[in-house]
């Protein structure tokens, strides 16, 4: 038996235990590996309207970006009606990529019809190639679900074990500044950051600093700018409240801030804007 099993063969491995398509995309969302090579005809189907293709690749990005912000596995319905599921890959703590797992209709009469319908709006064939497409779907219940996202967590951690994914300073601070246009309004540390991203304070601020031109603090204060900016324009909020949302607990403080990168004081911005 070999030591190492390759990636094609985890997947083509967990693929015969379940019967559903299993995808490893790097952190930019290329495909990196797939099996099978064809998903399921429905699914086809769909990438080959326009419309169709458009709203699968925004469901995938979407799910990604819920990974990144959450860090966990996420399971969600795509705009088919099919469920899906994105796990985490990481690499010494930091997260590389992403093996996502879909086209799996829920079990029942009701799901059926749901995804039927979704798929005769979008014009992708006659009543009897839809119903044989979705026919050709793999069934499961919420349940079976879960347990194969157990299995493919643990597959997972082997993938990333003995097929690594080596992070670029790039790719590390690219996850930084995610992380900080996510979660502007709250209180955010370099030791929080650095507990996050599993690197030391110099280790990290240099690969961000390598790669982005810029502090970590710097490119934090300019996301808070920007979105204050955008408040002061298009809502009423007081600018305390604006202060407060874009995570500052003090309001004279986010004043001077706000002149600093301006040159005008949050008041005059909006009364200009």
Not at 16 to 31: F, K, Q, R
Not at 75 to 80: F, Q, T, V
Not at 118 to 134: F, T, Y
Not at 242 to 251: L, R, T
Request: proline share 2%.
């Amino acid at each position: 038996m070999k030591e190492e099993i390759s990636l094609y063969d985890i997947l083509k491995q967990l693929y015969s235990i379940s019967g559903i398509l299993i995808d490893v995309y790097s952190l930019d969302g290329e495909s990196l590996a797939r099996y099978p090579d064809r998903g399921a005809e429905l699914c086809r189907l769909v990438n080959e309207d326009p419309r169709g293709c458009v709203r699968c690749g925004r469901a995938n990005q979407e799910g990604f970006a819920q990974v990144r912000k959450e860090h966990k596995v996420h399971i969600y319905k795509c705009h088919m009606g099919l469920y899906e599921a994105v796990v985490p890959l990481y690499y010494y703590g930091t997260l590389a990529g992403y093996m996502m797992m879909g086209q799996m209709l829920e079990k029942g009469e009701k799901a059926r019809a749901e995804v039927i319908e979704k798929a005769k709006s979008l014009g992708l064939g006659s009543a009897e190639i839809i119903e044989s497409a979705v026919d050709g779907l793999v069934q499961i219940d919420l349940e079976e679900i879960e347990t194969f996202v157990t299995l493919c967590r643990i597959c997972a951690d082997y993938i990333t074990n003995h097929h690594q994914f080596p992070v670029s300073a790039g790719d590390i601070a690219e996850e930084v500044r995610l992380y900080l246009e996510e979660h502007y309004g709250e209180k955010i540390t370099l030791k929080r950051l650095c507990s996050w991203f599993g690197y030391s304070k110099t280790r990290l601020n240099q690969l961000f600093r390598e790669s982005m031109g810029m502090s970590i603090y710097h490119c934090l204060m300019e996301i808070r700018m920007e979105k204050a900016k955008e408040s002061l324009k298009k809502s009423e909020k007081s600018i305390y409240s604006i202060a407060q949302e874009c995570g500052f607990s003090d309001q004279n403080y986010f004043a001077r801030q706000f002149k600093k990168h301006t040159g005008c004081t949050p008041g005059d911005y909006r009364r200009n804007s």
